[in-house]
Nanobody
Framework: QVQLVESGGGLAQPGASLRLSCETSGFPFDYLYIAWFRQAPGKEREGVSYINNIGDYIYYKVSVKGRFTISRDNAKNTVYLQMNRLKPEDTAIYYC???????????????????WGLGTQVTVSS
Protein backbone atom coordinates (compact mmCIF):
# COMPACT_ATOMS: atom_id res chain seq x y z
CA GLN A 1 0.00 0.00 0.00
CA VAL A 2 1.39 3.36 -1.01
CA GLN A 3 1.70 5.85 1.81
CA LEU A 4 2.31 9.56 1.26
CA VAL A 5 3.24 12.12 3.92
CA GLU A 6 3.37 15.82 3.14
CA SER A 7 5.33 18.38 5.11
CA GLY A 8 6.62 21.92 4.77
CA GLY A 9 3.42 23.94 4.81
CA GLY A 10 2.88 26.97 6.99
CA LEU A 11 2.25 30.69 7.03
CA ALA A 12 4.14 32.84 4.54
CA GLN A 13 4.00 36.46 3.49
CA PRO A 14 3.23 37.39 -0.10
CA GLY A 15 6.39 37.11 -2.16
CA ALA A 16 7.99 34.59 0.18
CA SER A 17 8.91 30.96 -0.51
CA LEU A 18 8.00 27.57 0.92
CA ARG A 19 9.14 24.08 0.00
CA LEU A 20 6.73 21.21 0.36
CA SER A 21 7.91 17.62 0.65
CA CYS A 22 6.05 14.41 -0.10
CA GLU A 23 7.71 11.31 1.30
CA THR A 24 6.47 7.98 -0.01
CA SER A 25 6.67 4.40 1.22
CA GLY A 26 5.15 1.00 0.53
CA PHE A 27 5.82 0.90 -3.22
CA PRO A 28 8.91 1.18 -5.43
CA PHE A 29 9.38 4.92 -5.83
CA ASP A 30 10.77 4.55 -9.35
CA TYR A 31 7.35 3.35 -10.53
CA LEU A 32 5.31 6.16 -9.01
CA TYR A 33 3.93 9.12 -10.93
CA ILE A 34 3.25 11.93 -8.49
CA ALA A 35 1.21 15.11 -8.49
CA TRP A 36 0.55 18.01 -6.17
CA PHE A 37 -3.04 19.17 -5.80
CA ARG A 38 -4.51 21.96 -3.73
CA GLN A 39 -7.92 22.79 -2.41
CA ALA A 40 -9.00 26.17 -1.13
CA PRO A 41 -12.13 26.63 1.01
CA GLY A 42 -15.25 26.38 -1.13
CA LYS A 43 -13.33 25.41 -4.24
CA GLU A 44 -12.68 22.18 -6.08
CA ARG A 45 -9.41 20.33 -5.74
CA GLU A 46 -7.11 21.31 -8.59
CA GLY A 47 -3.92 19.90 -10.04
CA VAL A 48 -0.94 22.16 -9.45
CA SER A 49 1.96 20.13 -10.77
CA TYR A 50 2.89 16.62 -11.87
CA ILE A 51 6.10 14.70 -12.46
CA ASN A 52 6.46 11.33 -14.11
CA ASN A 53 8.46 8.45 -12.66
CA ILE A 54 11.81 9.42 -14.16
CA GLY A 55 11.35 13.16 -14.04
CA ASP A 56 11.46 13.87 -17.76
CA TYR A 57 7.85 15.00 -18.03
CA ILE A 58 6.53 17.80 -15.84
CA TYR A 59 3.23 19.66 -15.84
CA TYR A 60 2.36 22.95 -14.15
CA LYS A 61 -0.92 24.71 -13.77
CA VAL A 62 -0.69 27.96 -15.72
CA SER A 63 -1.08 30.17 -12.66
CA VAL A 64 1.99 28.66 -10.95
CA LYS A 65 4.27 28.23 -13.97
CA GLY A 66 7.50 30.15 -13.42
CA ARG A 67 6.95 30.34 -9.65
CA PHE A 68 6.68 26.68 -8.60
CA THR A 69 9.17 23.90 -9.30
CA ILE A 70 8.50 20.20 -8.84
CA SER A 71 11.35 17.74 -8.42
CA ARG A 72 11.99 14.24 -7.16
CA ASP A 73 14.82 12.58 -5.28
CA ASN A 74 14.67 8.88 -5.96
CA ALA A 75 17.28 8.17 -3.29
CA LYS A 76 15.01 9.70 -0.64
CA ASN A 77 11.66 8.50 -2.07
CA THR A 78 10.56 12.12 -1.94
CA VAL A 79 8.97 14.64 -4.27
CA TYR A 80 9.33 18.36 -3.62
CA LEU A 81 7.35 21.43 -4.59
CA GLN A 82 9.39 24.60 -4.35
CA MET A 83 6.99 27.53 -4.23
CA ASN A 84 8.43 30.98 -4.84
CA ARG A 85 6.81 34.42 -5.07
CA LEU A 86 3.79 33.16 -3.19
CA LYS A 87 0.48 34.95 -3.61
CA PRO A 88 -2.59 35.05 -1.34
CA GLU A 89 -4.45 33.03 -3.96
CA ASP A 90 -2.00 30.16 -3.37
CA THR A 91 -3.59 29.67 0.05
CA ALA A 92 -4.98 26.12 0.24
CA ILE A 93 -4.43 22.68 1.63
CA TYR A 94 -1.80 21.03 -0.56
CA TYR A 95 -1.96 17.31 -1.17
CA CYS A 96 0.41 14.96 -2.91
CA UNK A 97 -1.04 12.03 -4.79
CA UNK A 98 0.42 9.06 -6.60
CA UNK A 99 -0.44 6.57 -9.31
CA UNK A 100 1.56 3.65 -10.68
CA UNK A 101 1.06 4.40 -14.37
CA UNK A 102 1.51 7.44 -16.62
CA UNK A 103 -1.33 9.86 -17.21
CA UNK A 104 -2.92 9.59 -20.64
CA UNK A 105 -2.91 13.31 -21.34
CA UNK A 106 -0.28 14.46 -18.85
CA UNK A 107 -2.67 16.66 -16.90
CA UNK A 108 -3.40 15.64 -13.28
CA UNK A 109 -7.04 15.06 -12.39
CA UNK A 110 -7.96 13.84 -8.87
CA UNK A 111 -9.92 10.81 -10.08
CA UNK A 112 -6.78 9.41 -11.76
CA UNK A 113 -4.87 9.14 -8.47
CA UNK A 114 -5.69 6.32 -6.04
CA UNK A 115 -3.15 7.22 -3.35
CA TRP A 116 -3.26 10.44 -1.32
CA GLY A 117 -1.57 12.08 1.59
CA LEU A 118 -3.44 13.91 4.33
CA GLY A 119 -2.38 17.34 3.14
CA THR A 120 -0.47 20.30 4.50
CA GLN A 121 -1.88 23.80 4.96
CA VAL A 122 -0.29 26.70 3.11
CA THR A 123 -1.46 30.18 4.09
CA VAL A 124 -0.16 33.26 2.29
CA SER A 125 -1.03 36.43 4.12
CA SER A 126 0.53 39.64 5.31
Amino acid sequence: QVQLVESGGGLAQPGASLRLSCETSGFPFDYLYIAWFRQAPGKEREGVSYINNIGDYIYYKVSVKGRFTISRDNAKNTVYLQMNRLKPEDTAIYYCAAVDRPLRDGRPVPSNFPYWGLGTQVTVSS
